[in-house]
């Protein structure tokens, strides 16, 4: 038993070294009793908003957990608890994403969540535009389809543009997910490269009195003027333009 124990703490360390464990979460290879229910996913998070709001968790503690617990999700039953598939019958813009508010239809919630929430939804070759947020810690979880991701650090706010620095670039498929708060991975930009893609969202905003910044989308021009050490100098857009650009 020792020597079988002993080979399984091996075989698990060295999962661990090849980043297989997160892989076999992702593509959902562990039992499901791994997994909370979602109504217990749903308080969970409710839970953590709370404690943002009431400043037990800065805004990075929350974004480390909301992670962790977004990588938990039941992708099939959140699917099914914001009724993605009435969402898909809805015809998508021929611009930008679409945005679907859903009820969460789970017992014993309180009445004020704390937190907005919204299905995107993008046909291919659309983008939820590039955009980062003031006061405001939200992530996301791909519900369906591919897309390519990617996430700026907001270093600097100046007069007509930001100093930002990429952090993600890569693809997102079905439960992959990321998260912004005011001092990590603070813009996102996302574009469906499959037809037919959602994602999960929820936000929320004015988390902290001591941001003077309004809340809303701070939209931008990632392409722009390269910077020392991988910075961009991004100049602010307005959404229409962001749109024509990225939408
Ligand atoms: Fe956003």
């Not at 969970?44 to 968790?57: S, Y």
């Not at 959602?198 to 009195?209: A, C, L, M, P």
């Not at 990632?222 to 650009?245: F, M, N, Q, W, Y």
Request: overall charge positive; aromatic content about 8%.
């Amino acid at each position: 038993m020792d020597t079988r124990r002993r080979f399984g703490e091996k075989l698990l360390g060295s999962l661990v070294g090849f980043g297989l464990v997160e892989t076999l979460y992702r593509h959902d290879l562990f039992a499901d009793a791994v997994k909370p229910t979602i109504d217990a996913w749903v308080k969970d998070l409710v839970a953590l908003t709370k404690d943002l709001r009431g400043r037990k968790l800065s805004d990075l503690q929350f974004q480390a957990k909301m992670e962790e617990l977004y990588k938990v999700v039941d992708l099939k039953a959140l699917c099914s608890l914001v009724k993605l598939d009435q969402i898909e019958k809805k015809e998508l813009p021929a611009n930008g994403a679409m945005s679907v508010g859903f009820d969460l239809a789970v017992e014993g919630l309180p009445k004020e969540l704390g937190f907005g929430r919204q299905v995107f939804g993008c046909g291919k070759g659309r983008s939820v535009v590039p955009h980062g947020h003031a006061n405001m810690c939200t992530g996301f979880v791909i519900l369906k389809g591919k897309w390519h991701g990617r996430h700026y650090d907001r270093e600097e706010t100046l007069k007509d543009h930001y100093v930002i620095k990429p952090t993600i670039d890569r693809e997102f498929g079905p439960g992959d997910l990321s998260t912004i708060s005011d001092h990590k991975d603070n813009i996102h930009w996302f574009k469906a490269v499959s037809d037919k893609a959602y994602i999960f969202n929820v936000h929320v905003i004015g988390y902290d009195e001591r941001i003077a910044e309004t809340s809303g989308r701070l939209y931008l021009d990632p392409d722009g003027e390269k910077l020392a050490g991988g910075r961009v100098k991004a100049p602010k857009l307005s959404s229409a333009e962001c749109h024509k650009r990225y939408g």
